[in-house]
């Protein structure tokens, strides 16, 4: 079971990553700043395995791909939203951190609720129900599996 962390709609790359700290050296560095205007706390309360929960348009604003990266070094395992901004969406396929569309899951749960995501067969299990959502296709399940693009296509699976 992966912890909620459950934040709003038009989440914008800059609330995930702030641009003051994309002049740190490394996602290690950044990382502890991840949504820190939303909640300060986030890094540290965060553990490996928890899932992020969003309304529309997760990851709009600037097209970073240090947005997708901080939340992968702190160990979340997957982004689940009703819509996500096309660029984020790309970015987090990219890096290997799956994002899943849910038109439900937002209004069902709650900050730190368990829940489970289960990517191949497209549901999620929380404590009163399973509800569907995006099934990746297995080319995008593939690049995810490889943990993200470069590394799909440095392995040869072209």
Known sequence: MSRVFKFHNDVD?????????????NI?????????????DF???????DI????????????REQAPSVLKALGVKAIVAKSFARIFYRNAINIGLPVVVSGDLYDKVEQLDEIELNLTEGVIIT???????????????NILDH????NFLNEGEV
């Open 28 to 40: 290690e560095e950044m990382k502890v700043y991840a949504f820190e205007s939303i909640d300060p």
């Open 43 to 49: 890094s540290n309360k965060v553990q490996e395995g």
């Open 127 to 141: 404590k009163d129900e399973t509800l569907p959502c995006t099934k990746l296709p297995p080319y995008m399940q």
């Open 147 to 150: 943990g993200g693009l470069i």
């Open 52 to 63: 992020v929960v969003a309304g529309e348009n997760f990851g709009c604003g600037s097209s």
């Open 13 to 25: 790359t800059d609330q995930i990553i702030a641009s003051q700290y994309l002049l740190l050296p």
